[in-house]
């Protein structure tokens, strides 16, 4: 098990320092491990989840070598040839475990813009101290830009959130935290093959929570009422002025919708599994407020924007892979995780088996999958 960095190399190095998981900690789960701690419906924080990880590489006597960063992957008549900074391995196969989200997808908007405005990724942000006062622009409103937000914005720096595509969700839902239902009434269990359509699945959004010891629920309106300025997605840049897109209203209504949906087949899932003492009565949610008159223009050289977070989501980073599986976007063309290249394997990625797979406790099922049939093709090549 090669790791260029340390165990739990993501959660100590690429996440700022508030963050805590949005899944509760009843959720934290590994093979043969799993959270006991006080607090089960709470969120752990960055340090917590590093421990949590720590130990499970203990607990599991899984043999990781750390600092040992692979720059090459190549294909041999034997299987693979890697090219690590600890040394060259040779090996029947491999399981590629190298995360999804190992950079933050950048629009080429970002090019171009008046160097007086800061720009800030998820990976550089740490904290609301290190950016300078003023106004700030955060764009994208999953689950990363909705909280970036919400700290800067109470930080004191007035803060405009460029709204696309997203995913609402309340924090609980008739007593039971949102991620309880995804479980509990199998919307998380779906298999990648049973899904309508799996490239938009596997692209969706993170949703928009938080994991905050009082649940708190962290959607637009939440924002607006925090005195979040909205404004559509950015769609372009002119004359150094950020162009965005009208229509919010319908962004917003088809977010609800898909809300009402989700909390729908809840509902129809409790009336059959769950007795009416176990969770509360339905509820349903008021519509996400759009503004009064939202800004379709920001001048970004009039000294309003002082920052701009790009909260526009992640991508996996395939550049030490010299074996032709990638797609015409830079993703591994995988089925299920197995991927064209004979003995090359995949996990951790989204949907990849089922719709839980990118969260910590999805990969279980995955790799036993995955394992399986990697089991099944050294079986055949002995
Ligand atoms: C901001 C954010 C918040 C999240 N919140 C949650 C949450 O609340 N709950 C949840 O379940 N999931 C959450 N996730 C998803 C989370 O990333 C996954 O659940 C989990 O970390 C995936 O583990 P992984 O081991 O597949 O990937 P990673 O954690 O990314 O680990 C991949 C490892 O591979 C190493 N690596 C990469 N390339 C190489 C190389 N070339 N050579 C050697 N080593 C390499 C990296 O250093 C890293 O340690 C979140 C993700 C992000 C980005």
């Known amino acids: 098990m090669l790791e260029r960095g340390e165990v739990a190399n993501s959660w100590r190095r690429e996440r700022w320092d508030s963050l805590r998981l949005l899944t509760p900690n009843w959720q934290c789960r590994l093979p043969g491990h799993r959270y006991d701690g006080p607090d089960p419906d709470g969120y752990l924080t960055m340090g917590e989840v590093t421990e949590f990880i720590e130990r499970f590489a203990k607990v599991s006597g899984a043999p990781v070598q750390a600092g040992a960063n692979v720059t090459s992957v190549r294909r041999t008549d034997g299987g693979y040839h890697l090219t690590t900074s600890r040394g060259e391995i040779a090996c029947r196969a491999v399981v590629i475990a190298s995360g999804a989200c190992n950079q933050p997808a950048v629009p080429r908007l970002r090019d171009g813009l ?14 609301p101290a290190q950016l300078p006062r003023g106004g700030v622009l955060v764009v994208g409103a999953s689950a990363t830009g909705v909280q970036l937000a919400a700290e800067l914005q109470r930080s004191g720096r007035p803060v405009t959130l460029s709204v ?16 309880w239902w995804m479980d509990a009434s199998g919307v998380w269990d779906q298999r990648y093959d049973e899904v309508e359509d799996l490239t938009r699945a596997r692209r969706l959004p993170s949703p928009q929570l938080v994991g905050t010891p009082e649940r708190a629920t962290l959607d637009l309106n939440a924002l607006t009422s925090m005195g979040v300025q909205l404004v559509g997605r950015w769609a372009a840049v002119r004359d150094s002025r950020a162009l965005f897109s009208g229509g919010l209203r319908n962004v917003f209504s088809l977010a609800d919708l898909k809300m009402e949906r989700l909390l729908d087949t809840f509902d129809e899932w409790a009336r059959e599994h769950a007795p009416d003492a176990e969770v509360g009565p339905p509820e349903r949610f008021a519509p996400t407020r759009p503004p009064g008159s939202a800004r379709l223009q920001l001048d970004l050289r009039s000294g309003e924007i002082a920052t701009i977070v790009w909260a526009t989501g992640f991508r996996p980073d395939y550049r030490w892979l010299d074996v032709p599986v990638l797609d015409a976007k830079g993703h591994l063309d995988h089925e299920g995780g197995v991927l064209g290249s004979p003995g090359l394997y995949a996990l951790g990625l989204p949907v990849l088996r089922r719709r839980k797979s990118t969260f910590i406790h999805g990969v279980e099922d995955d790799a036993r999958a995955v394992i399986d049939h990697l089991g099944g093709y050294l079986a055949g090549r002995r």
Do not use: A, C, I
């Open 114 to 127: 008046p160097s007086s405005v800061e720009q800030l990724t998820p990976f550089d942000y740490r904290n």
């Open 164 to 179: 696309g595509e997203h995913v609402r969700l309340p924090r609980t839902y008739r007593g039971r935290d949102v991620l």
